[in-house]
């Protein structure tokens, strides 16, 4: 296409796909990213201690992630995710042990759905009734405000069954508790993903989030003729004859690739977006742990998720140790480090039922601002014309910060950047 090149700030997924979306077209695309290498949140980084490349944390994928299959087709890395064959859930709490939330495949979905909801431990007919309530309201009105407690409260949901299940699904999807957490987008989520036994199961990378996502992305986006330019932070964005420019280049168009937080400090404004952290404990073991399945949900525990990194990628560090990491979602933890460890050591120890725990190492990863809420829409500046706002601020009835919300940016802004060319 001969038209002048775009811009895109920000090499995370959401820059990254847009840059390819853009490339496949013909137009010449330079990214300008801020850190030493691309793939923002998804990234890896080497921890040298135990020889390895690990994830600033774990990153799940559900069956209802089409975009993000998509791209991974096209860009022939699908094979780099592992998928269960149907949706289990492995939970545990400290009085019932491991049990599973598991819809059997032979029924249809939402019979399945039914039936595994009534045969938790602790549940039965009353949690598959109000599951059924649930569902019948999935698509009826709401206001933006509603929180998923408040619309949890209007179905007089049964304690048992916010605790088991809704609770950490809330968490898990919206990295936010449910008393505040915006009902719309929480009921967009469980709308898609129980849609069927394909779009509920979850998916796992298998190698390291560089090796399996970022660095194809990178050489995909080259081949096609994308310029990655690494370590430009990129502070303001000053026009001369109608045209960005940028690291002395002109652009026509420019595409805001970042969280809600960045693209309001590089155009100067103040910014109101709330963030919730997520923190990672990556413990490595010389001993091997017998963890019920790559990954567990605790109820009740400090550690919300835990997952057998070893079992999931297939790398094996130094000493063949093992690597487990404990995920806490809507991170507000002011525990000192170790006190941290110790108790999701404890933890561990009581789910796997092993004796001892004696890391050889460990490592805790603080994302702070690991995704911008989903809030009503508060922002009063408009932008010029020539500028694609692709920032992660979801509004009330998005979809959350995931990785699927971020490919669907990228390619909207590509879209929408095609039909200004
Ligand atoms: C610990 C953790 C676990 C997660 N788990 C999951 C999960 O299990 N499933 C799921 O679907 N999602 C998960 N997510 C969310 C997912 O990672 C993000 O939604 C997604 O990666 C966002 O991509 P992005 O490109 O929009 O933003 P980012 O990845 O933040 O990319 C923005 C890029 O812009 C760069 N940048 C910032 N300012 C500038 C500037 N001024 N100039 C140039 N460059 C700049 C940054 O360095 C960064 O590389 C998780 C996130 C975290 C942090």
């Not at 796909?17 to 300008?32: D, N, P, S, Y």
């Not at 050489?219 to 690494?230: A, C, P």
């Not at 932008?383 to 998005?398: C, F, Q, Y």
Request: net charge positive.
């Amino acid at each position: 296409m001969d038209s002048a090149p775009v811009a895109i700030i920000g090499a995370g997924l959401t820059g990254l796909t847009a840059a390819i979306r853009l490339a496949e077209q013909g137009v010449k695309v330079h990214i300008f990213e801020a850190a030493p290498k691309a793939g923002g949140r998804t990234r890896s980084f080497y921890e040298s201690k135990v020889d390895c490349l690990c994830d600033n944390g774990p990153h799940l994928l559900v069956g209802a992630y089409n975009a993000t299959e998509k791209l991974l087709q096209d860009c022939h890395i699908a094979h780099h995710v592992s998928w269960q064959a149907s949706l289990h859930l492995p939970l545990w709490d400290q009085s019932r042990g491991v049990f599973h939330f598991q819809p059997s495949t032979w029924l249809p979905f939402h019979i399945s759905l039914l039936k595994a909801v009534a045969c938790l431990p602790g549940h039965g007919k009353t949690s598959a009734l109000a599951m059924i309530k649930l569902a019948t309201t999935l698509k009826s009105n709401m206001h933006e405000s509603v929180t998923v407690k408040g619309w949890l409260e209007q179905l007089s949901m049964p304690d048992a069954l916010i605790r088991d299940l809704i609770e950490p699904l809330c968490l898990g999807a919206m990295n936010e508790n449910i008393d505040t957490a915006c009902a719309l987008s929480f009921r967009r989520v469980l709308h898609e993903s129980f849609a069927n036994h394909k779009q509920a199961r979850l998916g796992w990378f298998t190698k390291p989030l560089d090796q399996a996502l970022i660095e194809p992305l990178c050489q995909r986006g080259q081949e096609l003729g994308v310029e990655l330019h690494l370590r430009k932070r990129i502070r303001s964005l000053p026009q001369q004859h109608g045209m960005f420019q940028i690291d002395e280049q002109a652009f026509q168009q420019v595409i805001l690739a970042l969280p809600a937080y960045a693209t309001d400090r590089l155009l100067g404004r103040p910014t109101a977006c709330e963030t919730r952290g997520i923190c990672n404990i990556h413990l490595w073991f010389e001993q091997d742990i017998h963890l019920p399945s790559l990954f567990i949900g605790a109820l009740g525990t400090t550690g919300q998720w835990f997952f057998d990194i070893s079992a999931q990628i297939q790398q094996s560090p130094a000493r063949h140790l093992r690597h487990y990491c404990a995920v806490i979602s809507a991170d507000q933890n002011t525990q000192d480090d170790l006190k941290l460890v110790n108790s999701i050591l404890n933890e561990l120890r009581i789910i796997t039922g092993t004796h001892t725990l004696k890391p050889v190492h460990y490592r805790i990863i603080r994302e702070k601002r690991a995704t911008v809420l989903v809030r009503p829409d508060m922002n009063k500046y408009g932008l010029p014309k020539a500028i694609i706002d692709a920032s992660e601020r979801p509004r009330p009835g998005d979809l959350p910060a995931t990785i699927e919300w971020a490919v669907q940016r990228g390619e909207q802004a590509a879209t929408q950047c095609l039909k200004r060319l």
